[in-house]
């Protein structure tokens, strides 16, 4: 059982708060794509009820962010917490207007097995943390949302997907960016041929560090910067290219600050080779400064800035600048998620996908202690 006083929530504090640049010119072409894109993530209503969410760990990304982003679900709300702090149940319980039964602690977790008002679970605590509770929420028959990276190993990420299933309920990995305009045009326009199949990929995310957290802690965190940011250019690469590397070649770069890092990656450089000859050049790093993302394709280039923001993402292509409404990213990616357990329909972003993606960042690993160009597990 985990110390109950330590709770920290998978927030990157990191991430640009700059306001959108509604000024953008925008084509007819790009926001007609706009309408489209957008279509996608609009939920139905549902005139029954909505699904009732736990979150389980209270740290700053679920009090920045999945908290406030509940009040504008329409398909789902704030109905439980599961805590190690009593004293922050009783605050979340004051400001959301939650029901005392419906405050939880990791050692009374289980019970939430008898709560018909709780549907779904959002683990949301460290990632050393989450096979253990996404288990346990499975196991009372919770649907289970665990935020990203899935685990800290791919042996973690089966047992997750196998309770799940084992117990029924739907496993969905918080991959927001799926649900964020922007990037599903990235999407898009990687599998049709607007601008030809994006070859050529680069990206880089790095913030400066400057004091201990879980993220340093690799029984927690599973690694550095690349388990925390490096996750976001592995998935986009794979959301453009619409495949998964074969190979990946990694160096992890001399560390400046190797007291505070002395358990995990400070600066880590990667490339992914893709199928069809695709490549992505990606860089991580707690001591850095980067939020970009840039594709290259046979008839033109698409470019993102603050690409793996929470918002005020910018972003141009060869064609002219994209303009799209601004999107609660977690709002938008809890209500699908909660349309996929209303309807009974597989999720978008399931636990083999996850899964997949920890396999890379392990073969990442792999390369930068070996030196060696690693081939990528296959589920």
């Given at each position: 059982m985990p110390n109950k006083k330590r709770e920290v929530g998978d927030r990157e504090p990191h991430c640009s708060r700059r306001e959108f640049l509604s000024s953008l010119l925008v084509g007819t072409a790009a926001l007609t794509t706009g309408i489209n894109v957008l279509a996608r993530q609009v939920p139905r209503e549902n005139k029954e009820r909505k699904l009732g969410v736990a979150l389980l760990g209270l740290g700053r990304y679920a009090t920045g962010?999945?908290?406030?982003?509940l009040k504008q679900t329409k398909l789902c709300y704030l109905a439980g917490v599961v805590t190690g702090h009593p004293e922050k149940g009783e605050k979340w319980a004051a400001e959301y207007d939650l029901k005392k039964t419906n405050i939880y602690s990791y050692e009374n977790?289980?019970?939430?097995a008898d709560n018909k008002e709780i549907d779904i679970v959002y683990v949301v605590?460290?990632?050393g943390l989450h096979?253990?509770?996404?288990?346990r929420a499975a196991r009372a028959g919770k649907h289970v949302i665990s935020e990203k990276p899935m685990a800290t190993s791919v042996a973690d990420c089966d047992r997750m997907i196998a309770a799940c299933k084992s117990a029924g309920v739907q496993l969905g990995i918080g991959y927001r960016l799926h649900y964020d305009p922007?990037?599903?045009?990235m999407e898009r326009l990687g599998r049709e041929t607007e601008l030809g199949p994006f070859t050529k990929i680069s990206g880089g995310f790095a913030y400066v560090m400057r004091e201990r957290e879980h993220r340093t802690d690799k029984k927690l965190a599973g690694?550095?910067?690349?388990?925390?940011?490096?996750?976001?250019?592995?998935?986009g690469a794979c959301m453009a290219t619409g495949s998964t590397p074969i190979y990946v070649k990694a160096k992890e770069e001399p560390k400046l600050n190797p007291e505070l890092f002395n358990e995990v990656e400070e600066?880590?450089?990667?490339?992914?080779?893709?199928p069809h000859g695709?490549?992505?050049?990606?860089?991580?790093?707690?001591n850095r400064g980067a939020n970009q993302f840039h594709l290259e394709g046979k008839k033109g280039w698409m470019d993102l800035k603050s690409a793996f923001s929470y918002r005020g993402l910018t972003v141009a292509t060869s064609r002219g600048p994209l303009n799209y409404p601004v999107t609660n990213q977690q709002a938008a990616q809890m209500d699908a998620f909660a349309d996929c357990v209303l309807t009974g329909r597989p999720t978008s972003v399931p636990g083999e996908l996850g899964r997949r993606d920890i396999a890379i960042l392990m073969a990442i690993y792999e390369a930068a202690r070996t030196g060696k160009r690693v081939k990528v597990e296959r589920a």
């Open positions: 962010e999945l908290g406030p982003a977790l289980d019970r939430i605590t460290p990632p096979p253990e509770f996404a288990i922007y990037h599903l045009e690694g550095g910067p690349l388990m925390d940011l490096g996750i976001y250019i592995v998935h600066t880590i450089s990667f490339t992914l080779e893709f695709e490549s992505c050049e990606g860089l991580a790093s707690f």
